[in-house]
């Protein structure tokens, strides 16, 4: 490294090589933990061939400042707890300079109170709950927020759909479902529309007979249904019957899954929902991250694995640009991001620490992901 003062995170660092009787070395670690086993090990495994890939990208291009970078990965086994155990030992034991990760936000709410409070900087590609970056200077992201997505579906419906009656479906429980049901309701309404019905069902129900029946008589033009992919096959099944069509169904980024059209493709033609990457978007960086994706691994990729690499490629980029190499440095040049060309779409980092982007929606034909169109996300 040319002199310079050494950051506490590089002091640590080189105490850690020379007691481990290593080689010395002047790579920048960067740490990641993930879900690489455990309940949501394919969040894990799908992000980190996206971060693979920036890697691989970042070094070919000379590395960080002209230093070659390395990813050292924590499993954190899908456990909020062992979050915080892996970033706890991938910044004390290791000295990485900066983290990535969690797809879960639990998991990113746990670990990023660590990296926050050890003043160590991290970027989770694909957690959306608001709460993960409130009043966590060193804590950012490079996906859009539940309101962001709440919001872009309901004006897509509004504005796209040309929708002035909606019905809402969601789990009464669970967070993720009833926050962006509060959400598209709030922003549907600020644009004029007007809420048919309302439904909140329990966590675990199977049998929606009795909702969508209520639903088809209220009339609604669009029936917003934030649930998991699940769910929605239940749910787009059980629809067909009572007369509901397809294409009223407009949902959130928890129905990107091959299993939703194993399940429900053909229930579900012609229906929408919101996401964050297809893989025919349009733009020159997304099919440049699709040809590179492709060449590396032969096959495609999905949503978190181009939020993997959006997520690698901004922290690797903030670096480089950082006025030197302490926390502050990269946390600072992180904030000051502003059209960062990502996989997902450009990027900038807003005073909250989230990304204002492009959402993208998505349509359902001929059981296959289609891209529709784009929305920006409003900060």
Known sequence: MPARP?????AALGALVLLSCKSQTNDVRVGAYLSLSGADS???????EGIELALEQVNAAGG???HKVTVLYEDDKSSAQEASNKVRELIDRDGVVALLGEVASSRSMSGGLIANTKHVPMVTPSSTANEVTRDRAYVF????????QGDAAARYAHDQMKSHAAAILYVAQDNYSSGLAQTFRDSF???GGTIAIEKGYQKGETNFT??????KAAAPDVVFVPVYYADMVQIARQAKPVGLASSLFVGGDAWDSADLLEGAGAELEGAHFVDHFAPDVPSPSAQAFLTAF?????HEPGSLTAQGYDGAGLLFDAMSRAKGTSADAIKDALAATKNYAGATGALTIDANHDAIKPVVVVAIQAKKFVYATQIQSAP
């Open 6 to 10: 050494v950051s506490p995170v590089f």
């Open 42 to 48: 394919t969040f894990g495994t799908d992000t980190r």
């Open 64 to 66: 960080v400042k002209g």
């Open 141 to 148: 992201r490079t996906c859009f927020t539940n309101t962001q």
């Open 189 to 191: 309404k600020r644009q």
């Open 210 to 215: 009795t909702y969508l029946s209520d639903v």
């Open 294 to 298: 492709r060449a590396k691994f032969g």
